[in-house]
């Protein structure tokens, strides 16, 4: 399965992971400016990348 990660390099931790079925980029982008604004709002860099689990 893959998976959309949401990555937050400030606090060096994974906010998030999205099945990519489900969530496309957009929806993934919503959620990263809504559910973890806290993090942009602090200027912190979130990143999203793929993640692939078996
Ligand atoms: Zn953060």
Redesign the pocket.
């Known amino acids: 399965m893959e998976f959309r990660e949401v990555y937050?390099?400030?606090?060096k931790?994974v906010?998030g992971r999205y099945n990519t079925k489900f969530y496309n980029e957009e929806k993934v982008g919503e959620l990263v400016n809504t559910t973890h604004s806290?993090?942009i709002r602090?200027g912190?860099q979130?990143n999203i990348r793929k993640f692939e689990k078996n």
């Open positions: 937050c390099s400030n606090c931790k906010l806290t993090h602090k912190h979130v």
